[in-house]
């Protein structure tokens, strides 16, 4: 919700992906008709990965590293792979996990794509432009794209990270 993307999108990353210092992961999906480049951070949940996640995530990883290279689970999992993914849990039970407490919490089952829906109307009620919501979420047009990732670092992500930053909703760490 806080970040607009494709329910997918933030298991494609790994811990490359991550730039703490510009507050943002480059996600670089890449298809005939998606163009995800990057998320920004708010300098709230860059403290927050700082301080818990990435502490966090390095312990799960240490212990269950040999497990996941034994493959103890049958499924040829590449164990460097996962280690490096930004988020290494598997991504359908983490699904069924937040669709639970959703049906715990709102007594209703909840779609994942729901959260991307409600970052682009809040964005654009908010008076965010249809193009600035439509590049954050990754339906930039091919030309605009190529000039993002080609320029890991450019003015444009400086002006996209000011909409992102004055506008979105506030899900962690407010």
């Not at 480049?37 to 799960?60: H, I, K, M, S």
């Not at 450019?154 to 000011?162: D, F, K, V």
Request: proline share 6%.
């Amino acid at each position: 919700a806080e970040w607009g993307l494709r329910p997918s999108e933030p298991f494609l990353v790994s811990i490359d992906d991550l730039d703490l210092e510009h507050g943002m992961i480059r996600i670089g999906k890449v298809t005939e008709t998606k163009r995800s480049f990057v998320a920004f951070l708010r300098p709230e949940v860059v403290d927050w990965v700082r301080v818990n996640y990435l502490p966090a995530r390095e312990a799960l990883i240490r212990v269950r590293f040999d497990l996941v290279k034994a493959d103890y689970l049958g499924v040829n999992v590449n164990a460097e792979g996962w280690a490096r993914r930004l988020i290494p849990f598997d991504q359908s039970r983490l699904r069924r996990e937040i669709k639970d407490t959703a049906r715990w919490v709102l007594g209703r089952s909840l779609e994942l794509y729901e959260l991307r829906k409600f970052f682009a109307t809040w964005m654009i009620s908010q008076g965010v432009p249809e193009s600035i919501v439509n590049t954050l979420q990754g339906r930039a047009p091919p030309s605009e794209f190529r000039i993002l990732v080609e320029h890991y670092w450019s003015p444009r992500h400086e002006e996209l990270r000011q909409w992102y930053l004055k506008h979105a909703p506030w899900v962690c760490c407010a």
